[in-house]
């Protein structure tokens, strides 16, 4: 069968004309870029260990997974430095794909290519290695890592963080009940989250999807014995598994697609192939569309996109270093990582060059809006957090749909740290007021937690982008990307996408406003909880600022490229090493960077901070002086009347126009319909929509078996039952045992079979 | 030769045979119904022979005969332990096979 | 190849354990401990014979019957004994050899009500010689055989040893699989009659179907019946009632053999007999099978979440995932038949550990109603974790075994087979996939109910409730493992599968091709695409597939 297909494959180039497409991949390269699954390997191995010997050891297992995500860690590190030497030094040759070449699309693997030569001059060869994984059909399905700059990135990110949250969580978890299984599933995460950014190929990109989602399934309901937990955990689970059908169906039109355009193949998995292919035009536009839609829907999930990000906030049932190392930093991105994987597919599949709006950009200029609104209404300072994650990654597939990759990435990686830093934060928070209640448990904390306090303030800053920080960089770069700022220079990016700038400045506006309102609760005022906190040890301290260390400088890694207060060499050094300028890689185009947007967006960022500044700093902390307690809202703030009225009264009375425009109106607005009725919708439309489809299931369950199975098809068969036995009943009666009445009817029977011989014959 | 009268003769006897067999309630009575239809058969089997010059009619009759023999004498015991049972040969008590 | 098995070996492991029953007769049934020791060296035997028939197979020519014995059997009727193995059956002969010497283990010191080792062991070990020879078997008429063989002690097991309700359920297994068993007769005479052939191998009948002996309308009518008799046993909607009633009444041992190979005995009469017979009926019939598949699947799932009996929740899901291996079978790819046989195999394990678990369950809280379990993981924290992984391996994780059934089962529907309506098997698609969304949730739903949350009091402190024990451990680890292990190289059962599905697909792909001159291999499964990319290319030339040249001028562009 093989055979046969090989010779069927080249006699229909032979047909066809030979297509020759380079695929930007090599198979040479250092050692550490063809051994990177060794990396995936060794948590994969501590797994095993610790769920066979953890019990037995002294520290319960967790040494085994440090010392195992340790050695990643170094590994990464050195894979990354055999990268960077690589990305430019490296002259091995280039692997080309045969493919079928239709004349009416005119395929030809050099129609890309050009564009990248402005200012990354040498292409980038990502290394890949394979081996077979399993054959039917006389084709070979390959497992194997595909090594290029996002990988390189994501492994280091992946490794650092979970090696932090390892250290983190041995204090943090200690004593727990369930100890050696906390760390035998962290091990688990690791090695499935590493294996899913190396992979080489669709389908193992969707075995490490999948197993990602397990792990937090696992972790989510880390304590199960509580129900709340539990029903975290299955909603996390079974949205994500709504957004997997669509990664289903996504990867079979690909990988059929793929097939397609490869002569000797039925279908192909290969990211870089398929990427390749959709750069070249040898694709449908149809097919990468449909696929790029059904690709989507499992980035929603994955990654907490408006309408399916309900999950996340409920996620952080799990322990904090969880939602710092899965929720926060590492797993949700997933889906942003898998649209950079596929960029070839979506950036055809949505023609995000040259347009000004689409799905993905749109859904990510939503979610980040709609996320940071709900920051506002929390009192759970993981739930801050959460929404504040739902709203950056939303920032990231805005980043993505809009063409500013580079940014995208970037963002995902400044991100990564100073989320990871406000989760442990958090969490160190909580580990000392045994709460996660800002409202009713925290406050004042920054003189008894200054270590924590100091962290979260960088985190803080980071986040809110204001400059040096790293938060700023990323979130510049995708505003310039957005292509939406005209003035002072155009942005020379892929498309004209003015609405998504628009989102994202507001965004910024929120998220600074919201991250004040954190820090003012929970750091500032008076104590509200009980006892006496403490600073937490160094366990968790170091870990928290280490990351403070990587909020605050990661942002120089991608300083913008003709930055005038930078050094040439130091300008755009992430975007050089990571982004990849190869055949599976589209041609974008790359923003120019401009000083007017970078000063707007400061502004606009200090005006956020002002306001929620202004509201909590200066009236809630003279409230409180006057009511002698600590509060954390003005005890006759609008939100308590309704604010409309309140707004007309104003305005009559006290003609006090702009003051109470900026705080009734826009702040307290924001602050208390906007963000309710956004809260409201998430929670009594969307929430419940979940719930309902849940509800509507069973009972559709219900009925079906009830009235359909038990009473029809169940029905019938018993029917039948019931009709052979009465006919029975009915028989039995000849039966009366005398031998006479027997042979009665033997006689008749045979006087009958006579009588019809005779008139047949 | 005159087939017809042997066939007549040996439809009545048949009949009788089943008439007996059927009608009669005495198990002993029965048995000799039953050798009756035997030898309502043998007759046409003979009658056939001749009619047909061959000898396979009488050879059937003679395998009849022996196996008839064996019959009665299954038939009677049967007929002897039902009456030493039930102190009854009446055929129609007989019904526990019913169904 | 030449081997000490070449020629008698399947005899010796189908008839192997009918030497161990004729043993245990003459031993008086008071001996219980000779019992449990003869049937289980039995059938450690027949696994010792099995693992050597495994390692003399050709593993290259998977394709071809190897083993094969083919001798004069019932002269009159022209049936013979023809017995061989190949890629497609090794699995599956493989996997009964596994199940039973487990179940053996299993119900070593805990034999159902009543305790009868004696008899219920003689029935498993009948029951084996069944299961390997419909297996192994290549006349229809010893198919058949075989096929019945197995529904007697399956019967008695279910209406001796089953639950309150046992008569009903073995009655109403029994009927039904003999309604379909008497349809699949007519079909199997019917086909022998209409062909003229002079044999009942399969391979005769084929040869003698493709040779255009029977009409277009009379192979629609053997398949239809065919179709029935093999869908009833998978069991297919709206076949499926007599299995939550055979599954939640049967022994715990009796459960774990219908879920793990007696429901193949179906799917694989489909792909062994009915398809490669009758390949242009198939090809006619497949939208059908296709929508009762998922129909299944979707119906299966729902059921699924409106049981309160766990067991009975496992055997509905039975119907849902037999589902997706029907869709896999009904695309008529060798990728979708492959990923059925997958999908049989993974089936066996795992729902055949979700039944040893739920028999485990019963056992230690003497209920399997779902709203009084709970807390599983607090008191058996082992079994609660063997429990949360097989459902995890349920509902298609990969890694595990069960995403190698339902996936290419999935990606294949994109795709049918030559002649088989392209649009209808997408919309087939999406919707099993949807089934995998339900699969979650009623697996998960189950696990939160039964394993997480603190036990309920009526069972708190119960010191009848114990973590796994050893006699479990032993006849779950291999299962577990095996799960594991597939999960991780699916290769395993691929690479047998592979090569036999290939062959079984040919004449399949032939019938459609002949009406267009005899389309490529790859041709065939470039059918389907919209835009068409392989269209008619019979030339030979030899396509470059590096084109150095231009290797060099493309790297250089990017400077």
Known sequence: MSALLTLAASASTAAHGAGDLALGITEGGNWFLRNVWLIPLLPALSFVAILFFGKRMPRGGSEIGIAAV??????????????????????????????????????????????????????????????????????????????????????????????????????????????????????????????????????????????????????????????????????????????????????????????????????????????????????????????????????????????????????????????????????????????????????????????SINLMAFIGGLTTIVGACLAFVQRDIKKVLAYSTISQLGYMVMALGVGAWTAAMFHLFTHAFFKACLFLGSGSVSHAVHSFDMKSDMGGLRKDMPHTYRTFMIGTIALAGLPPLAGFWSKDEILVGTGGWGLMGGTDANGAYTLMLGMGMLTAALTAAYMTRCVYL???????????????????????????????????????????????????????????????????????????????????????????????????????????????????????????????????????????????????????????????????????????????????????YEKIDQLVVDGAVNASGRGSSGAGEELRKINSGKVQSYAAILFAAATVLAGVLIVIV | MLLNQFLLLSAVLFSI???????????????????????????????????????????????????????????????LLMYRNRRSIDLTAIDQLRG | MENLLDGWGITLATFSPLVGVAVMMLIPKEREDQHKLIALVTSLWVAFVGVLLLIWFDLDHTDKLQYVVDKVWIDVISSRYAVGIDGMSLPLILLTMLVVPLCIVYSWNHFPDPVNPKAFLI??????????????????????????????????????????????????????????????????????????????????????????????NAQLWIFGGMFLGFGIKVPMFPFHTWLPDAHTQAPTVGSVILAAVLLKLGTYGFVRIAIPILPEAAVSWAPWIGLLAVVGIIY???????????????????????????????????????????????????????????????????????????????????????????????????????????FPAILSAYNPGNGVPVETFRTFMVIAALGTVLAAGYLLWLLQRAAFGTPPEEFADDPHITDTTKHEWISWAPLLALIVAIGIYPNLVFRVTDGAVDASLTPCLSVEGEAAEKLDCAEVYKIGHDDGHGDGHDDDGHGDEHDDEHDDEHAASGN
């Open chain 1, 522 to 704: 929970t750091f500032f005022g008076e104590f509200r909880g009980h006892g006496h906190p403490h600073e937490s040890g160094p366990r968790i301290t170091v870990p928290l600022w280490i990351l403070a260390f990587l909020a605050v400088f990661a942002g120089f890694l991608n300083m913008p490229k003709g930055f005038q207060l930078a050094p040439k060499g130091l300008q755009e050094r992430f975007g050089h090493f990571v982004e990849p300028v190869a055949g599976y890689f589209p041609a974008i185009h790359h923003a120019r960077p401009s000083w007017s947007l970078a000063i707007v967006s400061t502004i606009v960022v200090l005006c956020g901070v002002g306001a929620a500044a202004w509201y909590y700093f200066v009236k809630v902390e003279a409230a409180s002086k006057a009511a002698g307690t600590s509060l954390t809202e003005l005890p006759n703030g609008p939100t308590t009347r309704w604010p409309l009225a309140r707004m007309g009264h104003t305005l009559l009375a006290n003609r006090y126009y702009l003051d109470h425009l900026y705080n009734g109106v826009v702040a307290d607005g924001t602050k208390g319909p906007v963000a309710r009725l956004a809260n409201r919708i998430n929670q009594d439309v969307i929430d419940r929509t979940v719930d309902l489809t849940g509800e509507t299931a069973v009972k559709a369950g219900t009925i079906v």
């Open chain 3, 300 to 406: 299966g799932a729902l059921g699924c979440l409106a049981q309160t009996d766990m067991k009975r929740l496992i055997a509905f899901s039975s119907v849902a995932h037999m589902g997706f291996v029907m869709l896999g079978i009904a695309t008529l790819t060798d990728f979708g038949i492959n990923a059925a046989i997958m999908g049989m195999v993974a089936h066996g394990l795992i729902t055949g550990m979700l039944f040893f678990l739920a028999g485990s369950v019963k056992e230690r809280y003497h209920t399997l109603e779902i709203s009084r379990l709970g807390g599983l993981l607090v008191q058996a924290p082992r079994m609660g974790w063997i429990f949360g992984f097989c459902a995890m391996a349920s509902l298609g994780l990969p890694g595990l075994a069960g995403f190698w059934g339902e």
């Open chain 3, 123 to 216: 029935l498993i070990l009948i029951l084996e010689t069944g299961m390997i020879g419909t297996f192994v078997a290549q006349d229809l008429v010893l198919f058949f055989v075989f096929f019945e063989v197995v529904l007697l002690p399956m019967f008695f097991m279910i209406a001796v040893w089953g639950g309150d309700d046992r008569r009903y359920a073995s009655l109403k297994f029994f009927l039904y699989t003999l309604f379909g068993s008497a349809l699949m007769l007519v079909s199997f005479l019917a086909l022998f009659f209409l062909t003229g052939a002079d044999t009942f191998t399969f391979s005769g009948l084929a040869d003698a179907v493709a040779a255009g002996g029977v009409s277009r």
């Open chain 1, 70 to 355: 340790g050695i990643a860690f170094v590994l990464a590190l050195l894979t990354g430095a055999a990268w960077i030497d690589h990305r430019d030094n490296f002259h091995g040759e280039e692997v080309h794909a045969a493919v079928v070449v239709d004349e009416a699309h005119g395929a030809h693997g050099d129609d890309h290519g050009d564009d990248h030569g402005e200012g990354h001059g040498h292409a980038s060869l990502a290394v890949h290695q394979t081996v077979t994984w399993f054959q039917t059909n006389g084709v070979e399905f390959t497992v194997g890592t595909l090594v290029d700059g996002p990988a390189v990135m994501m492994l280091l990110v992946v490794t650092l963080v979970s090696l932090l949250v390892h250290v983190y969580s041995t204090d943090y978890v200690a004593g727990d009940r369930r100890y050696t299984h906390f760390f035998a599933f962290l091990s688990l995460f690791s090695a499935s989250m590493l294996l899913l950014v190396v992979s080489e190929n669709t389908l193992q990109l969707l075995c490490a999807w999948e197993l990602v989602g397990v792990c937090s399934f696992a972790l989510i309901g880390h304590w199960w014995e509580e129900k709340p937990n539990s029903d975290a955990a299955l909603k996390a689970f079974l949205t994500n598994r709504v957004g997997d059908m669509g990664l289903l169906v996504g990867v079979t039109i690909l990988f059929f697609a793929a097939g397609a355009a490869l002569p000797g193949t039925f279908g192909s998995f290969s990211i870089a192939e398929t990427n390749a292919l959709a750069n070249s035009g040898a694709l449908s536009h149809t097919a990468l569309l449909v696929a790029s839609c059904c690709l989507m829907a499992a980035v929603m999930s994955k990654s907490g996109q408006f309408f399916l990000h309900t999950w996340l906030p409920d996620a952080m049932a799990g322990p904090t270093p969880v939602s710092a190392l899965i929720h926060a930093a590492t797993m949700v991105v997933a889906g942003v990582f898998m649209i950079a994987r596929m960029y070839g597919v979506f950036f055809e599949g949505f023609q995000i060059g040259g347009s």
């Open chain 2, 17 to 79: 045979g089943v008439y007996g067999v059927l009608a009669r309630r005495n198990g002993v009575l029965v048995l000799m119904s039953i050798e009756l239809i035997l030898n309502a058969v043998n007759i046409n089997l003979v009658a056939f022979g001749a009619f047909r010059a061959t000898v396979g009619g009488e050879v059937f009759a003679l395998f009849i005969i022996a196996v008839a023999a064996a019959e009665v004498g299954v038939g009677l015991a049967m007929v």
